[in-house]
């Protein structure tokens, strides 16, 4: 993928977009940026808050001069504030300070502890204008050994580095639909793009927009961020639904529900991305059906596999000594 803003590469000329919808709305979708390419990330979490706050305020004071229009709705990356919300004030302040400024409901990513504080959740929250935090979402699909280690005993005696991951993330039990305004967005937590299931159910419970929010700060440039907004456009064709990638560190993007990605931010920058985009409740043959396609060509496959590898069946050799028929009788009518 070699987009460059404004250009189009439309998915859909291949894969028609059954979903159609006269109604949009604006979305901005935040890129923060964080101060190092790398793990060291971890270590500005605060700048990493404020970063995403100041290109919020940049926003909104464009919107107040009348040079880009009034979102209905902003989307902040994953990991936007790792310091969690809830308890933090400065962090809290800093937060709806930005969301006050911009006026409009902001889907913030941050991580919350469990109520033990052992270990923590990759929350999504809905953060409202003069109201503050309001609906969440917590990822369903932790990634092992990124975001847990697995057999965490076991691993231990195998290698020490399973200490670097101290707490486990902890996967939340509901589907990531959150009303931001008059809009239901469907809230996927970065490789949960990955999973039809996490996908198709953010879409059939409701979901009128797609909300993708990542972290991909310690790929620095390797070609992962481009692969995840690859998967990105693929879910936007399979569902008809725009879908908003905001990245951490890039690359952000706005995808139409043919496939065409209308605006991005690239790696390592601060930007925002604004656009008119359509949202839509129908439902695409993909999401109606799920994945039985799939699993049928995966068993029509098995069985072609059996079938090309299993030995012949051999005839059973005739009898010593039974009497075989004559030229004559096989021959005759």
């Known amino acids: 993928l070699a987009e460059r803003r404004g250009e189009r590469d439309d998915l859909g000329t291949v894969v028609p977009a059954a979903v159609t919808s006269d109604t949009t709305k604006t979305v901005a979708v935040v890129q923060g940026n ?17 970063n995403n706050a100041g290109v919020t305020n940049r926003l909104a004071e464009q919107v107040q001069a009348g040079s880009v229009e009034q979102p209905d709705l ?3 990356p994953e990991n936007s504030s790792d310091i969690n919300p809830y308890a933090d004030a400065r962090t809290s302040a800093d937060i709806s300070a930005a969301v006050d400024a911009v006026d409009a409901p902001t889907l913030v990513g941050t991580l919350v502890p469990t109520a033990d504080e052992l270990n923590v959740q990759n929350t999504s929250i809905v953060w409202l204008p003069d109201d503050g935090p ?23 005696l195998i290698t020490t580095e399973v200490d670097e991951q101290p707490r486990d993330f902890v996967a939340g039990q509901e589907v990531g639909v959150l009303p931001m305004g008059a809009t239901q967005v469907g809230v996927v937590i970065c490789f949960e793009v990955a999973f039809d299931n996490l996908v198709r159910d953010v879409v059939r419970g409701g979901g009128e927009i797609v909300a993708v929010q990542t ?8 070609p992962m961020t481009e692969q995840q907004l690859a998967m990105s456009r693929f879910r936007a064709v399979e569902h008809g639904r725009t ?4 990245a951490l560190a890039g690359v952000s993007a706005i995808v139409q529900p043919d496939g065409a990605v209308v605006d991005r931010a690239e790696l390592d920058t601060q930007d925002v991305l604004v656009a008119d985009v359509p949202v839509a409740t129908q439902h695409t043959v993909a999401t109606s059906i799920g994945e039985w396609p799939e699993w049928t060509l995966v068993v029509a496959t098995l069985i072609a596999i059996i079938a090309a590898v299993a030995p012949p069946r051999r005839r059973s050799p005739i009898a010593k000594g ?12």
């Open 215 to 222: 972290n991909n700060a310690t790929f620095g440039f390797a």
């Open 74 to 76: 902003v989307v902040w």
């Open 322 to 333: 039974a009497s075989q028929p004559s030229a004559e009788t096989v021959a005759a009518p």
């Open 134 to 156: 309001d609906a969440a979402y917590v990822k369903r699909h932790p990634m092992p050994f990124g975001e847990y280690i697995p057999f965490r005993r076991l691993a231990r």
């Open 243 to 246: 879908v908003l990638v905001s």
């Open 34 to 50: 964080v101060p190092e390419l790398n793990f060291d990330y971890n270590d500005q979490r605060r700048v990493i808050t404020r």
